[in-house]
């Protein structure tokens, strides 16, 4: 049996790079993230991986997914659709073939919880086309996952994080942080990157609460915040009359003249309960 002493020694990440001819594409949203101690510090959000498996989304050349394995995760499910990056990932695997395993899907149309057993985390540079709506996906089963650890556009991030009456909030900070504990781990800049994007990035550490929503709760939940936010200068009297809100305000004791920029997690999560006992009751 061919063991991992047996193999030629690993190439580095840049090497691997130029023998195989990998560029970022524009259109896949992605910037490769080569240094291998900012890596290993990302990796490192994830506290002892021994007891996790690791679900990686878009890991490219594999920078990333180096760090989570010798981080000795105990197992690393890599998401790539570019199929581009395949061959440098199943080099990688040849030395890690018990820990790596590359999945050659679409995250966005893909049951990421359904890749390993649990405890499970995602870890990953996200491709930023499509870290939002990834992001609200994975919060629809935050019950599934221990941890995340998801580098963002730091304006991305900080919408994530952002408290009560900071510009920053709204529909994605309340989704995210009834779900879960949210901070902002790291700040990386552009340089950090290859080729270097327009704007900074951060890394959110997301850490789900043991007590989640159930999916009809969540459902209410989006449209009360889809209500809310789709038109945050008005009133919330006026912003959440397509959802009847004039009742869910007086049953709530929330001012109507409040805006929704002003509400705590708690106060939209009084809402989205008496919007589904509402709407249950029509």
Wanted: with cysteine; proline share 9%; charged share 20%.
């Amino acid at each position: 049996m061919t063991t991992r002493a047996d193999l030629p020694p690993l190439p580095s990440l840049r090497e691997s790079i130029r023998a195989h001819g990998l560029d970022a594409l524009k259109t896949l949203g992605q910037h490769f993230l080569l240094d291998p101690t900012l890596c290993m510090k990302i990796a490192a959000l994830g506290g002892h991986l021994a007891d996790f498996h690791v679900v990686e989304i878009g890991p490219g050349p594999g920078g990333l997914t180096r760090a989570l394995l010798q981080s000795g995760a105990r197992s690393v499910q890599a998401v790539e659709i570019d199929r581009r990056a395949w061959p440098l990932l199943e080099e990688l695997q040849t030395h890690y073939p018990e820990q790596l395993h590359i999945v050659r899907q679409d995250a966005l149309k893909l049951d990421a919880a359904q890749l390993s057993p649990a405890p499970r985390q995602i870890i990953a540079n996200l491709p930023y086309n499509v870290a939002t709506p990834l992001l609200i996906g994975w919060l629809r089963q935050a019950d599934q996952w221990s941890r995340m650890a998801l580098m963002f556009q730091k304006e991305v991030a900080e919408r994530v994080c952002a408290a009560p009456g900071m510009s920053a909030y709204g529909r994605l900070a309340v989704l995210s942080q009834w779900c879960a504990d949210c901070s902002i781990a790291l700040t990386l800049p552009p340089g950090a990157f290859s080729p270097p994007p327009k704007v900074h990035s951060a890394v959110a550490l997301i850490i789900p609460r043991p007590e989640q929503p159930s999916p009809a709760l969540f459902r209410a939940m989006e449209q009360v915040t889809a209500a809310a936010f789709g038109q945050r200068r008005k009133m919330l009297r006026a912003a959440l009359k397509p959802i009847r809100g004039s009742i869910l305000l007086e049953e709530t004791g929330i001012d109507p003249t409040r805006r929704a920029e002003t509400l705590s997690i708690t106060e939209f999560d009084s809402l989205a309960r008496c919007h589904l006992k509402n709407s249950r009751s029509q």
